[in-house]
């Protein structure tokens, strides 16, 4: 079989970025094409393009800025990638042109087929299962479980550094029992989930982070991938019509905090994220309450790699659930049972048998959306139940821990 390539150069400016955020190169695939490999080149000193693919029969993936190649063939792909035969038809290769110098950037795509030399660049091999520590025993209804969950990681199927595998073990050692694996704009990643879960014994709950220069957001449980490049709008009916979650990520966060109109809003928002570093400062609370305070509150880690010294399952959702799989933690999740706190060790402030229950909260105070505040005394305090969120905060006005 004989290999065969094309090139694409471009200069690309603010003018195509204004007419499109997204850049289609399309490429023909003859029938019989046994691998389809692409490269990017530009000066990514002066801007960011990102890259994914799209096939005759469908989105095949992406990868953001994380890569410069990938490779799609019958059996296997680039992380990112859906593997699966190279139908016949055309093709196109998508760069988002996420940031793009007034000076114009030079960017050069060379599609190959046929190589059999085109790398892979597959995921290591999974690392040994690790001892899990202790769990904490929290009080809860009848039935439920409070589960360490964890909404927001990435792996080496976007800009994340490990492989599934590794990301698994990584969560069984930071003692949790469900991790949400929400790579960018792709799905290539939901496969392996099961049975490496299964292996490591975590539920590796099934996600997407739907992303855009205009704000993120979450889309939770197996279903399918979600088109990015669509109004906002139509992504939370697409994801309530395929039984999934969406939840808005970070919604102030630095330069991709959430500017979408929506028609519908999202059941779920991401109140507590790692870049919430002044626990003083409630922007987020602010926005919570302006938003609606219906919203499900949830946390994430938004964890990429250990090199950031940010780890799993911090901030951490415990979710009262009847059991870790996917549907229960799903329905757990619908229904508003969760508490927020900043890691599986923290206070914590529950709601159990029509009480509000803090745990581990000796010296904060207990807060309600109108400001009343009380004193919380000894390692399990109970209060009555009362409508509405409440928090844990430090006598300095430090957010803890949150309910809904």
């Known amino acids: 079989?004989?290999?065969?390539?094309?090139?694409?150069?471009?200069r690309i400016g603010p003018d195509d970025r204004a007419e499109s955020p997204y850049l289609e190169l399309p490429f023909e695939v003859r029938p019989g094409t046994s691998s389809v490999h692409v490269t990017l080149q530009y000066d990514s000193a002066a801007g960011v393009i990102d890259m994914g693919c799209v096939g005759p029969g469908g989105w095949r993936g992406w990868s953001g800025g994380a890569r410069s190649r990938f490779t799609i063939t019958p059996d296997a792909a680039t992380p990112g990638y859906l593997p699966g035969e190279p139908e016949?038809?055309?093709?196109a290769v998508v760069l988002g042109l996420h940031r793009v110098p007034a000076a114009r950037l030079s960017v050069s795509v060379t599609v190959t087929l046929d190589d059999p030399a085109a790398p892979l660049d597959p995921e290591p091999a999974p690392p040994p299962v690790p001892q899990r520590p202790p769990r904490?025993?929290?009080?809860?209804?009848t039935g439920l479980t409070w589960l360490a969950c964890d909404f927001h990681a990435h792996t080496l199927h976007s800009d994340g550094s490990l492989g599934v595998a590794e990301l698994a073990a990584t969560a069984v050692s930071a003692g949790l029992d469900v991790l949400a694996v929400t790579d960018h704009n792709t799905v290539s990643h939901h496969a392996s989930l099961p049975s490496v879960g299964s292996r490591y014994g975590v539920t590796l709950l099934p996600g997407q982070e739907v992303t855009t220069d205009r704000g993120h957001a979450n889309?939770?449980?197996?279903?399918?991938w979600v088109d990015f490049r669509q109004p906002a709008a139509s992504w939370v009916p697409f994801v309530a019509a395929n039984d999934g979650l969406l939840?808005?990520?970070?919604p102030l966060a630095a330069d991709c905090a959430w500017h979408h109109p929506l028609d519908q809003r999202p059941p779920l928002a991401e109140i507590f994220h790692w870049s919430w570093l002044d626990r003083t400062?409630?922007?987020?609370?602010a926005w919570w309450t302006a938003w609606g305070l219906s919203t499900v509150p949830i946390g994430g880690s938004d964890f990429h790699t250990p090199a950031e010294n940010r780890p799993l399952g911090a901030p951490l959702t415990w979710v009262a659930s009847r059991s870790p799989d996917v549907a229960d933690v799903l329905d757990a999740l619908r229904a508003g049972r969760t508490a927020v706190a900043w890691a599986a060790d923290a206070p914590v402030l529950l709601r159990v048998d029509g009480e509000l229950v803090a745990v581990g909260a000796d010296g904060l105070l207990l807060a309600d959306v109108w400001g009343r505040r009380r004193p919380?005394?000894?390692d399990l305090a109970r209060f009555p139940a009362a409508d509405g969120p409440h928090r844990l905060e430090t006598p300095l006005a430090a957010v803890v821990a949150l309910t809904p």
């Open 1 to 10: 079989m004989t290999v065969s390539s094309a090139r694409f150069d471009r």
């Open 88 to 91: 016949p038809g055309v093709w």
């Open 136 to 141: 904490r025993a929290l009080p809860a209804d």
């Open 219 to 224: 889309a939770f449980g197996p279903i399918p």
């Open 247 to 250: 939840s808005i990520n970070h």
């Open 281 to 285: 400062w409630t922007g987020p609370l």
């Open 376 to 378: 919380v005394h000894g």
